[in-house]
């Protein structure tokens, strides 16, 4: 482990004068790869420190017992190695994992999409639920959520809903709530007391940045149209609202959100460079979840991944086999529990895949 942790060093060291350099400034995505590659080593390098300063407290520990001249002071070496030998396991675990090779996209923002699914209006309710849902866990991660466009349902929620959301590390969280999720409840519009089953799916698409995609104007095709929904006269009047099709994939974004139809325009076409981004993307992960045999994170968006049952209070994930007691409180937003799950899972595959490389 000291090999590998000598070689984070050495790179990030390495990272920290380029970084500095003019012509790295002026390159955008140079610089924002560099600065977050700086950032990640930065995490190893802590650990690898509190972990070089252990191993060198316990040597030190064990000449004080050597020479034995001072009972108080071998007493305290004693001491000192028990509590570094409890610490280094430990540490080694947390340093195993910050050295599983980072998935680049983690670090981007994302771009939401919840459909309702089987079970009519009540699906259009739970989707609108699934929202809320989101909507506080991201707020409680200080994250900024931004509607892109929706389709409100009859009785309430939405048909479906668009939103993007920013912050640290957004799409590295939230890609595992990609696929089918399932409520198991009595709906509001049902007279018999009888329990329905609905679902809604969730996709989660990382946000492109424009050089990530180049997008050609001459594919893609631009209409103008009057929002509807609530928003007053000047969005319902006007034809601020922008839909984008891409000719070649026939992949369309709207945005009707915002009354400036400049904005909406460019709220779409951050939605369409990230759906064809997301296009490419869901190949490679479905040719890395086939060669590992993922179910946590396989971009399967037709999996059932978790289900919500109130009769019980009970919401389970399917993929880890991990059901909680604690339904009122995660509809409010308190997802972190299972994503954390979820993360440790994956994270124990890809340890098991780098094998004797720890």
């Known amino acids: 482990m000291l090999d590998k942790l000598r070689i984070v060093k050495q790179r990030y060291d390495e990272v920290s004068d380029l970084i500095i350099q003019p012509e790295i400034i002026m390159d955008q995505k140079r610089y924002a790869q560099l600065s977050k590659e700086y950032k990640d080593l930065g995490s190893v390098v802590k650990k690898g420190d509190e972990y070089q300063s252990l191993l060198n407290n316990i040597e030190e520990a064990k000449e ?59 699906a259009s309710i739970f989707a609108g639920d699934l929202f809320r849902m989101y909507s506080k866990y ?24 668009q939103f993007e959301v920013t912050g640290e590390d957004v799409y590295g969280i939230l890609k595992f709530e990609a696929g089918v999720h399932r409520v198991q409840r009595v709906p509001q519009t049902e007279t018999q007391g009888r329990v329905h089953t609905s679902a809604a799916t969730c996709m989660v698409f990382p946000e492109a940045e424009e ?18 929904g609530p928003g007053g006269q000047s969005v319902n009047t006007t034809y601020s609202a922008v839909r984008l099709t891409h000719i070649p994939t026939g992949l369309v974004a709207q945005c009707q959100d ?16 990230s759906r064809l981004y997301d296009l490419e993307l869901a190949k490679k992960n479905a040719e890395d979840a086939l060669k590992r045999g993922s179910m946590v994170s396989s ?56 094998g004797d490389g720890f």
């Open 258 to 273: 915002q009354k400036s139809q400049h904005k909406n325009k460019e709220k779409a076409f951050k939605v369409l460079r």
């Open 211 to 228: 050089f990530d995609v180049e997008i050609n104007p001459k594919d893609v095709r631009i209409d103008y149209f009057c929002s509807s």
């Open 299 to 354: 971009g399967d968006r037709s999996a059932k991944i978790r289900t919500y049952n109130y009769a019980q209070g009970r919401v389970t994930d399917h993929r880890i086999g991990l059901s909680l007691y604690d339904l009122p409180n995660i509809v409010n937003g308190d997802i972190q529990k299972i994503i954390d799950e979820l993360m440790l899972a994956e994270n124990t595959e890809k340890l098991k895949e780098l």
């Open 64 to 122: 004080i017992i050597s020479d034995g001249s001072d009972a108080e002071m071998t007493e305290m070496a004693k001491m000192e190695i028990e509590e570094a030998n409890a610490r280094i396991p430990e540490l080694e675990e947390e340093i195993k994992f910050l050295l599983i090779p980072k998935d680049p996209e983690d670090s981007k923002n994302a771009v939401v999409e919840l459909r309702a699914g089987a079970g009519g209006d009540e």
């Open 138 to 161: 991201c707020e409680s991660k200080g994250w900024k959520v931004s509607t892109v466009d929706y389709s409100e349902g009859t009785n309430g929620g939405f048909k479906e809903i």
